[in-house]
């Protein structure tokens, strides 16, 4: 069988689950949030990570019903976590390109009782290459329900500015690529991500550094003034119980 036709039954099967990946705020060391990563656990290959079979879905016409899924799952977990913990969704540009989009996550926001602003939708830069007047009616469909945006993997995709005039991100997401070799103070790394800082600073958006594996990057990174830190560092991505376990215990 095809890894198509076992998807199309992962979910009925239960076979899909979400994990958690908390964000750190840089300034107060924090956890403000975790970002909702999918995995499979195939019934004879094991787990198959988000990175093959999201594409598959993408080509399959089976991203809308994974994508509700997961939104509605974070949004009931998200429910019932202590605190004001935020969960981040990563949103297909595929689903972004749906115009039933606000009206799902509006549902799943108020099946699971969660208020607006504990969800945040992480979106990357492929979806300004599509038909800008539908984009910016998406935008502002979403920002009229009162979800945060976060622009992900940023400034590894499309690569003009244009569509931060007026694009409603609340934070963008500095790709793990730039954070990587960001351990020398000077490098050209490290450039970047000033450079990244600065915009968002001006432009009033938080950030996020990825993929923070090593003291040293994370020194760099507090340096750069980066507002928020997510890796390795401080936790891989956890289950709904383990993430709650942790969270009872730090509160
Ligand atoms: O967690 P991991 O590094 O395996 O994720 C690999 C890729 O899959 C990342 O690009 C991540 O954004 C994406 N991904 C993880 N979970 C989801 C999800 O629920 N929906 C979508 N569309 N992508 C996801
Ligand atoms: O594309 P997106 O940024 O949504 O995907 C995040 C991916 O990065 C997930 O697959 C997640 O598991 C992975 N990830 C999270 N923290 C780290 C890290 O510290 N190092 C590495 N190599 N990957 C990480
Ligand atoms: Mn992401
Ligand atoms: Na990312």
């Known amino acids: 069988r095809a890894l198509e036709e076992d998807l199309r ?5 239960g076979e899909m689950e979400l994990t958690y990946q908390p964000v750190v705020q840089a300034k107060t ?9 999918i995995r499979w656990t195939h019934p004879e290959r094991g787990v198959i990570s988000p990175s ?7 080509e399959a016409n089976l991203i809308w019903p994974l994508g509700e899924w997961v939104l509605r799952k974070a949004c009931q977990d998200a429910a019932r976590w202590p605190g004001d913990l935020r969960v981040a969704v990563n949103v297909s540009p595929i689903q972004f390109a749906n115009e039933d989009l606000p009206k799902v996550v509006a549902s799943a926001l108020g099946a699971a009782g969660l208020s607006p602003d504990r969800l945040e939708l992480e979106i990357t830069e492929s979806v300004f290459l599509s038909d800008s007047a539908e984009t910016a009616r998406m ?9 945060r945006l976060a622009l992900d993997d940023f400034g590894t995709g499309y690569s003009s500015l244009g569509y931060l005039q007026s694009a409603p991100f609340d934070k963008i997401k500095i790709d793990q690529s730039f954070v990587r070799g960001a351990t020398v103070e000077g490098s050209r790394n490290a450039a970047i991500i000033a450079a990244i800082v600065a915009l968002a600073e001006a432009l009033d958006m938080e950030t996020t550094a990825e993929g923070i594996e090593s003291h040293d ?14 890796g390795y560092i401080y936790s891989k991505p956890v289950g709904n119980e383990e993430l709650v376990d942790h969270a009872e215990a730090g509160s």
């Open 217 to 230: 990057q994370l020194d760099l990174i507090r340096n750069l003034h980066v507002s928020h830190v997510q």
């Open 52 to 58: 093959v079979f999201v594409p598959i879905a993408e």
């Open 139 to 147: 935008f502002k469909a979403l920002k009229d329900i009162g979800v």
């Open 9 to 13: 039954d992962a979910l009925v099967r």
């Open 29 to 37: 060391n924090l956890v403000t949030g975790v970002e909702a990563l």
